[in-house]
């Protein structure tokens, strides 16, 4: 089997620390320009949206050069250019770096800012602002953190790299910690090992436990208690999309500030921020798979719910 090459650099520098699109143009189709499939596939750019950036000199070619409105589609092609972004609302809250080295950056994330662009989360992103504040415009990430999830994330400097730092989550080479608030509840035996099956599907905000092979391990630790609360020691042995939040809610004690579990309520609109999902990426444990360093990082944020217990409370919707 042929291995398809790889696509040429970008002529399009980085803007606020966003890579452009690229778009390669399909085998098998027949268009008669390139700017007829661009506005058939960006339906979501919005009517006049593409045409006017052909007009402007805005889609590229390898070359760097503006690809001509009337340029005829030619299959196997790679087109770039930026996307025009709506003004998203800042995220009050500093990406701390805990390590830099030539191979890696991890940093602590707060609640509320996605580790990578996706969807309308671009610039105030972990990876756009880590980009933009260490001028570093090759970052990438190893792996994701949920937007609500706060805590440790590692990022990789050089893209010949990346694989090989990925290759840890994925084989479970690295050791995760997560903390956890939530509600104490007595009659349940800590601590245990939680396995089940978890389902998320595309569109679905919420993932669901379902019958079959369990693809979903969690240890659960109670390591300390104030009332009502509970604050729980979590040890993933997978990375399931949700999973401690899914895991805790089958527990009968879900994650306090969850939007999802034990019930989808209305989405959090953007700029309220008074209400973060109590779960924190604490710790990470590695061995470097290119410097053969033996890493061990702690974020050092709280959980605001267990540090200032009143202010959460003060802060209810």
Known sequence: MRRRKPPPPSPLPQRDGVDPVRVRLPFGEAWDSVREYLVA?????????????????????????????????????????HRELPAEVPVPYAVEVVHRDAHIVVADKPHFLATTPRGTHVTETALA??????????????????????????????????????????????????????????SLALPRTVRSRILKERGVPAAREVEGEPNAVTRVELAERRGELGRYRLLPETGRTHQLRVHLNALGVPILGDPLYPE??????????????????????????????????????????????QVWADRRP
């Open 41 to 81: 596939r960006l339906t979501g750019a919005g009517p006049g949206v593409i045409e006017g950036m052909f007009d402007a000199g805005l889609v590229v070619g390898a070359d760097a050069r503006a690809v001509a409105p009337d340029a005829p589609y030619e299959p196997g092609m790679y087109v770039w250019f």
């Open 264 to 309: 989808v309520t209305a989405p959090v609109p953007d700029g309220d921020f008074r209400r973060p999902l109590q779960l924190l990426a604490r710790r990470l444990e590695f061995t470097d798979p290119v410097t053969g360093a033996e890493h061990t990082f702690v974020s050092g944020r709280t959980l605001r719910a267990w540090s200032c217990p």
């Open 129 to 186: 602002r880590l980009r933009r504040e260490l001028d570093i415009p090759s970052l990438s990430a190893a792996h994701r953190l949920d937007r609500l999830t706060a805590g440790l994330v590692l990022f990789t400097v050089r893209p010949e790299e990346r694989g090989a730092y990925q290759t840890l989550f994925r084989d479970r080479r690295v050791g995760k910690e997560y903390e956890a608030v939530a509600p104490y509840d007595p």
